[in-house]
């Protein structure tokens, strides 16, 4: 039976592995987007609506 130490360190590398994985499929998907705006002529001015907002600067 492991110990509750050895859950924690399997615990914190199972969150890093997710947050790869995460990361990776957000490249991805962007990757994809890009792709459909080009293939298709899509502009700003047609998905700003379905766009979530931008930071803010300043």
């Known amino acids: 039976m492991a ?3 050895e859950l924690e360190q399997q615990k914190a590398e ?3 592995q997710i947050e790869q994985a995460t ?3 957000k490249q991805e998907d962007l ?3 890009r792709q459909l705006c080009k293939r298709h002529g899509f502009t700003y001015n047609m998905l ?3 766009l979530a907002e931008g930071r803010k600067r300043g």
Request: avoid cysteine; aromatic fraction near 0%; charge should be positive.
């Open 3 to 5: 110990t509750i130490a």
């Open 14 to 16: 199972i969150e890093k």
């Open 23 to 25: 990361k990776q499929q």
């Open 31 to 33: 990757k994809t987007v």
């Open 48 to 50: 700003k609506n379905h």
